[in-house]
């Protein structure tokens, strides 16, 4: 047997587990991985978004018959319209952009953006254009993540959505995981038909992306809004200071 199956499991469980208790960034461990086991970026970026799928339905599955499922019905459609169109948008510009060029810009961007965790909601939810200024951003995000393959992305997706739209931090997770899982599937499959796809670390990927992403869900479900809270600024930052070493 394969040492690296095995070792793929243990390093998608644990980077699951931080990604499941910050709600983001299981990305950050995996995509140098999957490079350093000697695969190249086309096989990462498949198995990088074959493993989204199982972070995001483990997340998923801990948030069932949980408070934090939101209502908004509405809002979910538009933004899976939105995230279905732009992943589609993104992955068709993929070839023509050089991911490295964004980092200096992402890095700013996230530590600039890490105050509006703070802020205080309901000031901002009197604010006329709020949601039409998120899904603008929400927009412009999800083509940028589709087209750099970069968790930065959604870091400032969570950063946005309990922002503008007046979500508590748990709510939004689960509307960005939803979000992921739809742009997951998309890139999975224009990336795979190219033969990208190494099947066998990318199943041992997803059972550990699947158990972490639960057992990191139900942690920070248990601690509440406020842990998630750091625990994302938490992992924000370190994919800030990431991006700029």
Known sequence: MDPLIFLTFIVALVSSILSGMAGVGGGLIMQPYWLLIGL????AAANASFLSLGIGVGS???FQKTKYLPGHKKLIILLASI??????????????????????ALAIMTIAALPLLFVNKKKLSTFKHS?????????IFVVAGSITLS??????????????FSLTILQSTVIRRLMGV??????????TISGNFVWLYAVAGIIGAFTGSYIGTRIAISKGDQF?????????LVSALALLI
Do not use: C, D
Not at 131 to 139: C, Q
Not at 228 to 236: C, D, E, P, V
């Open 131 to 139: 949601k039409r200024i998120g899904i603008i951003l929400f927009s």
């Open 83 to 104: 995230t279905v169109i732009a992943s589609v948008i993104g992955a068709l510009l993929l070839p023509h952009f050089e991911a490295n060029s964004f980092k200096p």
């Open 151 to 164: 968790s930065t992305f959604w870091i400032l997706i969570a950063i946005l959505l309990p922002t503008l």
């Open 40 to 43: 190249s970026p086309a096989q």
């Open 60 to 62: 998923l599955t801990a």
């Open 182 to 191: 739809i742009q997951a599937v998309i890139l999975f499959a224009l990336l």
């Open 228 to 236: 998630a809270r750091y625990a994302l600024a938490s992992m924000a």
